[in-house]
């Protein structure tokens, strides 16, 4: 954004056939044509603020889908125990709805063009983080052997992504008790689940934190930009008194 304003030429083939059939190589015309158009750094820059805190204010937005995708999770489960898995799956939904892809955000439409990717990459992300942290937490509490049943779910299934992943490890096989006399099992999925849709939550609320910053940075980027132009046009004393009395952002 600090950069000049400048021109650049571009170059493209005509690349047109001069008669007869186009597909012949030995008619094509490679004559050049030749333009120049202009590049404003700062037009440009203020463009990509603009489109990031869209963006960051539609990952706000969707980072509030990740409880409800969670409780898609668990009833998927109980519909799954009882009435089965084919009635269980066609009952799953998705809980987001994005309709219109292809947009300009000039005229104020509601999506940026690729926020279903970004989503997904969100969602993802989100239980990735989940995860890992309900494996440090069971290094602390000394369960390898969770850990390893974890690993092993993972590395079964890295075709699959958020929602489906979760569902998997939600079905996993309870593994025998530890003793006789012992009600809890070693492995429980179920607890393994819900303690990651947990973390899942938290990871959401953290990142929607961090997200309200971005508007804020915008802004602070851009006064600093608009600080550096005004001393560019003062002579050293002038820039320095200004310095003085505003600060340097």
């Known amino acids: 954004m600090r950069r000049d304003t400048e021109e650049i030429k571009v170059q493209r083939l005509l690349n047109r056939a001069r008669g007869g059939s186009g597909n012949n190589p030995f008619l094509n015309n490679n004559d050049v044509f030749e333009y120049s158009i202009e590049i404003e750094p700062k037009k440009l820059g203020q463009r990509i603020l603009k489109v990031r805190e869209h963006i960051a204010q539609e990952m706000s937005e969707d980072l509030k889908l990740v409880r409800a995708q969670n409780e898609e999770v668990v009833r998927h489960r109980v519909?799954?125990?009882?009435?089965?898995?084919?009635?269980?799956?066609?009952?799953?939904?998705?809980?987001?709805?994005?309709?219109?892809?292809?947009?300009?955000?000039?005229?104020?439409?509601?999506?940026?063009?690729?926020?279903?990717q970004t989503y997904t990459k969100l969602t993802e992300m989100v239980t990735n983080i989940a995860i890992r942290r309900f494996k440090s937490e069971a290094r602390i509490l000394n369960k390898a052997k969770v850990i390893s049943w974890l690993d092993n779910i993972l590395a079964e299934n890295e075709h699959l992504k958020g929602q489906e992943l979760l569902m998997t490890i939600f079905e996993g096989t309870v593994t025998a008790r530890a003793r006789e006399s012992t009600k809890k099992a070693k492995i429980d999925p179920h607890s393994i689940t819900t303690q990651i849709l947990s973390h899942r939550e938290e990871a959401a609320?953290?990142?929607?934190?961090?997200?309200?910053?971005?508007?804020?940075?915008?802004?602070?980027?851009?006064m600093s930009i608009l600080q550096s132009s005004l001393e560019l046009e003062m002579d050293d004393a002038e820039a320095e008194e200004h310095r003085k009395k505003f600060g340097s952002l």
């Open 79 to 116: 519909n799954k125990l009882v009435l089965g898995s084919e009635e269980a799956d066609r009952a799953s939904y998705r809980v987001h709805d994005f309709a219109d892809f292809n947009i300009d955000l000039d005229f104020g439409h509601q999506h940026t063009p690729y926020r279903y």
């Open 205 to 222: 609320e953290e990142l929607t934190e961090y997200l309200k910053g971005v508007k804020g940075d915008n802004a602070r980027l851009s």
